[in-house]
């Protein structure tokens, strides 16, 4: 990967012809090859910076994957964004293996099974995966534990965050605020898969297990930024009978969501029901995933919504 500079050579080419005798001394241990397996290993987390893709293919692991970490072989992933930065010390679960040799990268997925990549240094801290098998690069960033913002990985993708649940339910309604039609709904699912931006809501009685709900209707939702708020988020419902419900959206933790509905000044909580741990298994109990299977993609759409009320 580093390489000893040419214009070194150059010059000490040059001293040669000019003099009869020059000492030349060069200590350039600094410059000395590096192995690929020092330069995956020199970073805690490798952030996979899905928008910088480049190609039509996909890398199934890498399109689920938030961070990587390259581990005396094994393959660790922050799949998840509920408990980002805490699952496994902040590197995630073990996925998979891997192994180098010269600039190639081959890994052993633990579902999605082996792909190689091309490895190239694009600059100190950046990293480029080629996958020949689908003429696709994928760009890692990275970063130490100590200096990765695990909140605004976080924050930056609260769209997959509410997919990480099989149901979000309705536990309080504040008593301020205007009667709403949204009063009547106890249950709100976020799809991963298909366009990404589904969502399903339910008027079942609350404490209704999330495979016994029964789902009413069906719109697409969209989140947005809020600017000068990097913490507050905007949440779009199309309901087409309803027009849009529009909400701010605001995480307790993480299995907690406020809605604050400007409409009617409401105030709502939502919690988390049947967490979906993104594992990587082939026990097929405990691949949750399959039902709703999470890619991460170009978000073309993520535009802030106009805010329709200021909080107070």
């Known amino acids: 990967m580093k390489t000893l500079k040419l214009l070194l050579s150059f010059a000490i080419t040059a001293t040669l012809f000019t003099s009869c005798y020059t000492e030349v001394e060069i200590n350039d241990f600094d410059d000395a090859p590096v192995s690929l397996n020092e330069v995956l290993s020199s970073y805690d987390l490798w952030y996979v910076d899905i928008n910088a893709t480049q190609g039509f293919g996909e890398t199934p692991f890498l399109q689920k994957a938030f961070t990587i970490s390259f581990l005396d072989g094994v393959l660790y992933a922050n799949n998840n964004i509920a408990g980002l930065g805490d699952n496994g010390n902040g590197f995630g679960i073990d996925v998979g293996r891997y192994d180098t040799l010269d600039i190639v990268l081959d890994v052993e997925h633990d579902i999605d099974g082996f792909e190689t990549f091309d490895v190239f240094e694009v600059d100190s801290n950046t990293i480029e995966l080629y996958n020949p098998n689908n003429d696709t690069s994928y760009f890692l960033d990275g970063f130490q534990r100590n200096n990765f913002d695990y909140d605004f990985v976080f924050y930056d993708n609260i769209h997959y ?32 898969g298909g366009n990404d931006s589904t969502f399903r809501s339910s008027q079942d009685t609350n404490g209704t297990t999330a495979n016994n709900l029964i789902w009413d209707y069906t719109g697409i939702y969209g989140v947005g930024d809020v600017a000068g708020d990097s913490l507050l988020k905007t949440l779009t419902l199309d309901y087409d009978f309803l027009d849009n419900e529009f909400f701010e959206l605001t995480v307790i933790n993480d299995s907690t969501i406020e809605l604050f509905h400007p409409r009617s000044e409401t105030v709502y909580e939502f919690r988390g029901r049947g967490y979906i741990q993104f594992l990587k298994t082939t026990d097929e109990k405990d691949k949750k995933v399959t039902k709703k299977d999470k890619k991460r993609k170009f978000r073309k759409d993520r535009v802030a919504n106009p805010r329709e009320n200021t909080r107070v």
């Open 161 to 192: 965050f509410l997919q990480e649940y099989e149901a979000w339910e309705k536990t309080f309604t504040s008593q301020f605020g205007a009667i709403n039609e949204f009063d009547n709904e106890n249950f709100l699912q976020f799809l991963a």
